[in-house]
């Protein structure tokens, strides 16, 4: 079976799960200190999710580092070739494409 984990999210994980031994911190002890459920924690570690912006804030606080650092140098190129990018102005002249055809 193909490994459904997108790079970013795997890296993401592996950088979390890092950290937090550094911290000498069990995922327990990590979820409780960020407020958030054990299996989120796990999944998030094995590259099965993606946290949304305030739980890896939470997550990087937790392990007192800066939430920057967890996400550094993971960019566009480790997202699902599935995924739509739009710049702002593509976005824009989308939003405004539909509005003509549905108006």
Do not use: H
């Amino acid at each position: 079976m193909p490994d459904k984990r997108w790079p970013g999210s795997i890296e993401l994980g592996q950088r979390i799960a890092k950290a937090r031994e550094r911290a000498a911190l069990s995922r327990q002890e990590l979820a409780n200190l960020a407020n958030m459920d054990l299996s989120n924690l796990s999944r998030i570690e094995n590259g099965l999710g993606n946290p949304s912006f305030y739980t890896l804030v939470r997550i990087a606080a937790s392990l007192g580092v800066d939430p920057g650092a967890l996400v550094k140098g993971i960019g566009i190129e480790m997202i699902p070739e599935a995924a739509e990018v739009l710049t702002v102005r593509e976005w824009a002249a989308a939003q405004r494409q539909r509005r003509r055809n549905n108006g």
